[in-house]
């Protein structure tokens, strides 16, 4: 399975901003997408999670309340709907998948990352 994340873009602070997650090939009702940033010089961050089978998603702290993540079995993607945008929110947002729960926020965890979408919120 390749991942393909798009819908970055510029916007101001308390913008929103869709981004999607493409899946090529079949994705088992065990898998688990996540989305990801990562900011200059900084680790790569959880952003959240989504269990493809049952829907169950997980949230970092810095976007609980703010993003939504969601996913579209007909399209073969994962959205993540981003709301009141801060310039904090700005990186490279990527995606991964996993088997298993959908509770894990390591990095390494994940597999088969494909290119990531950039997003910048300026204030």
Do not use: H
């Amino acid at each position: 399975v390749q991942l393909q994340a798009s819908g970055g873009g510029s916007v101001q602070a308390g913008d929103s901003l869709r981004l999607s997650c493409a899946a090529s090939g079949r994705i088992f009702s065990s898998t688990s997408i996540g989305w990801f940033r990562q900011a200059p010089g900084k680790e790569r961050e959880f952003v959240a999670s989504i269990s493809w089978g049952d829907r169950r998603t997980f949230y970092g702290d810095s976007v609980k309340g703010r993003f939504t993540i969601s996913r579209d079995t007909a399209e073969n993607t994962v959205v993540l709907q981003m709301t009141g945008l801060k310039p904090d929110d700005t990186a490279i947002y990527l995606c991964g998948l996993r088997v298993g729960s959908p509770r894990i926020s390591e990095p390494a965890d994940y597999r088969n990352w494909g290119q990531g979408t950039l997003v910048t919120v300026s204030s």
